[in-house]
Nanobody, 128 residues
């Protein structure tokens, strides 16, 4: 069974940076989309950033545009989230997700609700 394993998050002050990584335990050729979602206490899970792995087309939530960057590793089984200029409102549990079924297309990234595989989550805390 394929697993997604996120790196350990962390605690930073506002304005700081963190880099999250997500490793897929086994590369699956039909993985078209990978991404990051987050959920803060008392709030619904929301999309942060996603990537169409065939072309590196990306999508970002408005709240993180210009501050976060999603990218994939050369081995195609890893996705990164570089987070700069972090704000207290970025505090949340961050989840990596991937669609291994081959059905994800780049045009759906803005409304993509995640794939059929999810990581356990990693906590990011940003203090003011």
């Amino acid at each position: 069974q394929v697993q997604l394993v996120e790196s350990v998050g962390g605690s930073v002050q506002a304005g700081g940076s963190l880099r999250l990584s997500c490793i897929m335990s086994k590369y699956v050729y039909t993985t078209n989309c990978m991404g990051w979602f987050r959920q803060a206490p008392g709030k619904e899970r929301e999309a942060v950033a996603s990537i169409y792995t065939r072309t590196d087309m990306t999508y970002y939530a408005d709240s993180v545009k210009g501050r976060f960057t999603i990218s994939q590793g050369d081995a195609k089984n890893t996705v990164y989230l570089q987070m700069n200029n972090l704000k207290p409102e970025d505090t949340a549990m961050y989840y990596c997700t991937a669609d291994l079924g081959g059905g994800c297309r780049p045009q759906i990234l803005p409304v993509w609700r995640g794939g059929n595989h999810w990581g356990q989550g990693t906590q990011v805390n940003v203090s003011s």
